[in-house]
């Protein structure tokens, strides 16, 4: 988990929300979070995931009680996704739309990994809770439980039964008031944190299902991902250039072929991004390197094929590049990287 990663205010949002409702005021919750209420008004503003698990640390310190992160999740919607809140309405099936929701997860408000996972009787949703501290996880875990059977019952449109609700957490000793926060039986002690969703309700055909819609937003889902994984510059020039490099990214493109994209002069280009502390060769390593991890680490492709996604002749180049950005040859980064 990057805790640095860039994220919209809405899951803090609801985190006041139920702090609220558990009688916790504000201030006690912002302790520690860099986040000003000022910045609470603030349309479309940004914080980092770390700050986010800050004000979950400080509610379960003054509102800590078992299923409070079912209540918390309770908040979440399909319109809390934005555009991935769309794609998923858009898909074909519920096995679509959580497809898409693992794909591009980085957009889906998670402070844990989520995937997909078979399973005879149906298909398994996920949480590594393994990047958590100890403190807030059963509370990430719960909420991300409750939300995802929220949006699945929106996708839906009816009530979803899931074959099975598991968490690795022990069982709180009270069961029965936990059943007014989460109406679902969930096995405690378990192997695992997911649900298991029927082979039926997967299949289930969405009642606002398109298929160019949903086409559509699986493309502006994938640009808006690769701005977000790339962590892109926040000055304009530097962030410009990014965005050209990786949208050409099956072409080592010089600093004069960027310039030309952008309508500047090769020195104009130069010269704003020194003034905004960048260089034209930092930035284009930088996002190959990022793209090449991820292609190692996301794909099946071999390095050949690696090495052409991203406009080297051939393997021999790449490797050679990829050693002097990450320090060892890729398929030894593979295997560390696991």
């Not at 995931?49 to 409070?68: D, T």
């Not at 769309?86 to 099936?93: D, E, N, P, Y």
């Not at 980085?106 to 990994?113: D, E, G, V």
């Not at 086409?215 to 991902?225: D, V």
């Amino acid at each position: 988990m990057d805790w640095r990663q860039s994220r919209p205010l809405t899951g803090v949002h609801y985190l006041l929300e139920t702090a609220r409702q558990e009688g916790v005021g504000i201030a006690p919750c912002l302790i520690g979070s860099a986040i000003s209420r000022e910045a609470l008004q603030q349309r479309n503003a940004q914080i980092e995931a770390w700050q986010e698990l800050a004000v979950i640390r400080n509610l379960i310190e003054h509102a800590g009680r078992p299923g409070l992160g079912f209540v918390s999740g309770r908040h979440y919607h399909l319109t809390s996704l934005g555009l991935l809140g769309f794609t998923m309405l858009a898909s074909r099936t519920l096995g679509e739309a959580f497809t898409t929701f693992s794909r591009f997860q980085l957009l889906a408000l998670t402070l844990c990994p989520a995937h997909i996972e078979a399973a005879p009787r149906g298909t398994w949703l996920l949480f590594d809770d393994s990047v958590l501290p100890q403190d807030a996880r059963t509370f990430v875990i719960e909420r991300g439980l409750s939300a995802c059977l929220g949006v699945a019952c929106e996708l839906l449109q009816r009530r979803i039964e899931p074959l099975a609700v598991e968490m690795t957490a022990s069982a709180p000793a009270d069961l029965a008031g936990l059943q007014r926060d989460f109406p679902y039986a969930v096995q405690y002690n378990s192997a695992r944190n997911g649900i298991l969703f029927s082979h039926a309700d997967l299949q289930y055909s969405l009642p606002q299902a398109h298929i160019n819609a949903h086409l559509e937003g699986e493309q502006l889902c994938e640009r808006l991902y690769d701005e977000i994984s790339h962590n892109l510059a926040r000055k304009p020039t530097a962030r410009m250039v990014q965005q050209v490099l990786i949208r050409d990214s099956a072409t080592l493109l010089s600093g004069r072929a960027v310039a030309e994209r952008l309508g500047l002069a090769e020195r104009t280009l130069y010269r704003r991004l020194a003034s905004e502390g960048h260089s034209f060769r930092q930035l284009n390593e930088q996002i190959k390197q990022r793209l090449a991890e991820r292609l190692l680490s996301e794909s099946g492709l071999d390095l050949n094929s690696i090495a052409h996604r991203l406009g080297f002749a051939e393997a021999a180049s790449f490797s050679r590049a990829f050693s002097r950005w990450a320090g060892c040859p890729p398929g030894r980064w593979k295997r560390k990287s696991g």
